[in-house]
């Protein structure tokens, strides 16, 4: 197996033994969704050095840091487990990437995604109401399967045109979504 050049940026050590059992990786452990101006610039040194991919946990905690990261340290890469991959099988545990499956941590670490800057966004709230995305009954269902599709996460109305300018979604790729979430009977109303 080869060893993933980046180091993967994760929140604990029950993350870092479940990435290493998927891929072969060295990992930045944040210990917890505070991070501190040493761990940022650790995280920067390791950008500078290795690149970073950035790989939370799909709750607050995890787009709290996620969002910390990326502004502090620009080019950082994104993975993205969906919330239902993240789901404890004991009671007691809480939502994380260290209850994700190794093919599931596999398919998230090869599609990851790097942030741009855009000078001028390319979507608008009328291109989300249109496609079903925004202000309608069932508009929160269809951005959470939207973002699966492209495998950016979930965000609400204004979280999710972010992210498609960050991630340089293209028109294709947004229509193409768009279609497969119409083939599944997910419409707008």
């Known amino acids: 197996m080869d060893k993933i050049k980046e180091v993967i940026v994760v929140e604990g050590k029950d993350d870092t033994k479940q990435v290493q059992r998927a891929v072969a990786a060295d990992t930045f452990e944040t210990n917890g969704s505070a991070l501190s101006p040493k761990a940022i610039e650790q995280i920067k040194k390791l950008q500078e050095s290795r690149g970073v991919i950035v790989f939370t946990d799909p709750d607050f905690n995890g787009e709290r840091l996620r969002k910390m990261i990326d502004q502090a340290v620009p080019g950082v890469k994104h993975a ?36 741009t800057p855009v000078k001028q966004a390319v ?36 979280q999710l045109l972010k992210r498609l300018d960050l991630f340089g979604i293209t028109q294709e790729d947004f229509d193409r979504a768009v279609a497969q979430l119409n083939q599944e009977g997910t419409t707008h109303e």
């Open 80 to 115: 993205f487990i969906r919330r239902d991959q993240g789901v404890p099988t004991e009671a007691h545990g809480s939502l994380g990437v260290e209850h994700a499956s190794q093919a599931v941590i596999k398919a998230a670490l090869q599609n990851v995604y790097t942030t």
């Open 123 to 158: 979507f608008t709230n009328q291109d989300l109401i249109q496609a079903g995305l925004a202000g309608g009954p069932v508009a929160k269902y269809r951005r959470q399967r939207f973002g699966e599709i492209l495998g950016i996460g979930y965000g609400n109305a204004k």
